[in-house]
């Protein structure tokens, strides 16, 4: 049994009830095994068994009075995965679904997608079960404030920096803010996604999308084409969605889909961002209402998921994990689609993968795809740091500049080693050997 078998069946064996994770775990490892081959000291520094344990797990109760004064309680998590090239970076997810398994999969994911951006950021991920839908602001800002009033104690601009994820955006963001602040009495940089008057970066809010679309744009360029007159289904209707549609629209493609947690659209005439923006952010509504406010235009609404049946050239997972499946992947495969870019964090099932990949499409995974976000959070801390703010199309360019060098060294990647094409083993082993070679130098620990 190799080395990194060897290490998925321990993950498997402590932990069997994470599959999340243990899926997580599974891909990387796996990929890596051209590299493990060629560096035999990282087995002899156990660097897998290390790398597969969380250097450290919080756990917390997260108490908080409803509206109508009852008390409720939620689970909190942030897992500080791993420090090796940076203090701990990631987003906090606050979904019902939330649970150790989800946050340690996020956590593992993000090692990876931090080292690809050339930022000095480890891996970290956290969140909690609450769920901010159909709750008011009010109800909203007593857990940020309960949430904080213990995360504060394990953050710090040098320790860790969490960040929105799924269900957390800027009003979150300014909540738990606001509370560190009162708590320590220190107005640090401890969070990025900040709101522009308090030490946000311009562009933040659309890096992700912006750059998931930069990258497929900089693998169109090289093969001489180009997002003009391209289809694009996107599922998702949040933050990652809303910017990858913008920046796909303003490029001369034509984004179909979108879709919310519980039905998806098909606007034949391209989705208008502006009115989703409307109903998802400004209204915190559901996309049901998208037909009958888009004048002129025969939109299709279904209940449900679904937007991988219509034919695009391009398709952009944004959601959430495991929403692209076998049969979907099927479906692209059958109806042309030559390119799949992850703007959700493992969105495609195993088995979708590999059907894609082998079907030759280009399947760029979400550590590269989507880590535009992140980097941008990275750039959001450089400038808390030097206490200054770059213009929007300063940190854009950086953006892009990053975008364009993580496409080039996760395609470089697999090409040395004997995969040329294959960008879930090159972004995983140019991940995994920026944090690995940190490792080796700061010895066992
Ligand atoms: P948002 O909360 O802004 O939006 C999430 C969207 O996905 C919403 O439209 C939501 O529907 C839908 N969704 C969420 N969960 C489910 C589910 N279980 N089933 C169906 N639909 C669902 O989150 P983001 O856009 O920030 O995040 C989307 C994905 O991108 C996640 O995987 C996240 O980890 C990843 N990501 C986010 C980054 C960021 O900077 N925000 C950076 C990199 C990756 P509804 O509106 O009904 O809730
Ligand atoms: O999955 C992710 O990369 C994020 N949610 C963004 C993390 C961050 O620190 O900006």
Known sequence: MSYAQKIIEQVKAKDPNQPEFIQAVTEVLESLEPSLKAHPEYEKAGLLERIVEPERTVMFRVPWVDDNGKVQVNRGFRVQFNSAIGPYKGGLRLHPSVNLSIIKFLGFEQ????????????GGKGGSDFDPKGKSDGEV?????????????HIGPDTDVPAGDIGTGAREIGYMFGQYKRITDTFAGILTGKGLSFGGSLARTEATGYGLIYIVEEHLRCIDEGLEGKTIDISGAGNVAIYAAQKAGQMGAKV??????????????????ELVKQIKEVERGRLSVYPERRKGVNVEYH???????????????????????????????ANGCSIVAEGANMPTTV?????????????????????????TSGLEMSQNSERLSWTFDEVDAKLKNIMVTIYHDTRDAARQYNHAGNFVLGANIAGFEKVASAMLAQGVC
């Open 111 to 122: 090692i990876f997608k931090n080292a690809l951006t050339t930022l000095p950021m480890g």
């Open 141 to 153: 800002m007593r857990f940020c404030q309960s949430f904080m009033t213990e995360l504060y104690r």
């Open 256 to 273: 179909l889909t979108m879709s919310d947690s519980t039905g998806w659209i098909y606007d034949p005439a391209g989705v208008d961002v």
């Open 303 to 333: 209940e449900g998921a679904g937007v991988w049946k219509i034919p695009c050239d391009i398709a952009l997972p944004c959601a959430t994990q495991n929403e692209l499946h076998l049969e979907d992947a099927k479906t692209l495969v």
């Open 351 to 375: 088995d979708a993968t590999q059907y894609l990949q082998k079907n030759k499409i280009v399947f760029l995974p979400g550590k590269a795809a989507n880590a535009g976000g992140v980097a």
